[in-house]
């Protein structure tokens, strides 16, 4: 019992209330280092949807391929990209760039049927 330990009610009351204050004292600190946090970490940086152009080389690293064949024939050419079709979300902060989600693109040689065929 809290009260077993005070002379009186209301020295009780006092040390509840100061225990209180102490703890809400901690939760509002929390709060605003976590809104700092989030003000300076996330808020500056720059969110921007992501499109590839077409005629761009393909990147795995960057890209992904709607068909899922890679990056180079089997000759070793780079394939070029005919457009995007599924935006990406770039995230900029500073200089540095980071893809948060690849765009999904369609190579301009699946838009071409193989010679013979």
Known sequence: MITGSFSDS???I???GSSAETEV????????QLDNTIKTKIASSDMSVYVVPPG???SEET???E???GGTRGGGEPRLVAGT???GLLQRMGNVEKVLRKPKVILEQDLV???GQ
């Open 10 to 12: 209301s020295e009780a």
């Open 14 to 16: 006092e040390s509840a």
């Open 25 to 32: 004292k901690t939760i509002i600190e929390a709060a605003l």
């Open 56 to 58: 761009a080389i393909f």
């Open 63 to 65: 890209m992904d391929d």
């Open 67 to 69: 068909f899922g064949e």
């Open 85 to 87: 079709m599924e935006i």
């Open 113 to 115: 049927e193989p010679e």
